[in-house]
């Protein structure tokens, strides 16, 4: 439902970009405009030659596209159409790079067309372009977890937003998603291994996986593929070996204070000064 209500969103958001695009008919401006500002103010809807598009982005994480997806893609445009154009920037003469649109340019690509409808945005800033994309990757592409919290600290590490409230606000998600994406990046590195071929996705589990040593995080996450345990035993065998650490540090703890006390000295509380 989230991702339903997220698309319509993210779509109607693209689509004041490609309508603010569209070149108004003369008749209907006001003849008092200045024509030749207006002109420079619009981006233009083009046909542009997929050989005149670079498809890498800096600000693209997605690690690989599944072809099955893209074959799927390619039949509905070829039954229905292209339905809402790639976004674009231009880099140079005559040379472009797609901001959003990545899976809709290799339909383009499998059908064998030589152009491809496409919103020319001119005087994108840094933020905004990371923002698109990342924007674009979230709702129709199914990003995997890790390359969800790669994205998010690229834009934290660059600069681009300063807290992950403020990225929080600009994707219109809750500070404490941001959050749990991120921890994923503290994982051991088999675990992430296992997420990019998305052997195992569900982040609350393991972002529960994080709160465990990497030894035992491992072994859990082991245990968690191997016995397929749903969500509510995974998190159950999380929390058993949580209790165990705690009872363990409790021990040691007591053991502690109780080899203080045997040789003479006497644990006092801050307030007893």
Known sequence: MFKDEALKEYDEKLGEVINDS???DPKEENNNNNNEKLNSSIIKIVEIELNKIEFESPFQVRLQYDAEKIDELAQSIKNQGLIQPILVKKIEDDKYQIIAGH????AFKELGKQTIPSVIKE???????ELITLSENLIRENLEPLEVALSFENLLIGGLVKTQAQLAREIGIDKSTVSRYLKLLK???EIKNAVREKKYIDIVVLNKLVTLNTNEALEVFKKI???ELNRQKALE?????KEKNDDKNKNDENHSKGDFERNGYKIVKAKDF
């Open 237 to 241: 065998l999380i929390n058993s070996y």
């Open 187 to 189: 994982l051991p590195n």
């Open 22 to 24: 569209i070149i108004p």
């Open 123 to 129: 005087n994108l800033d840094i933020l905004e372009e």
């Open 225 to 227: 593929i191997k016995e």
């Open 103 to 106: 899976r809709r340019y290799l």
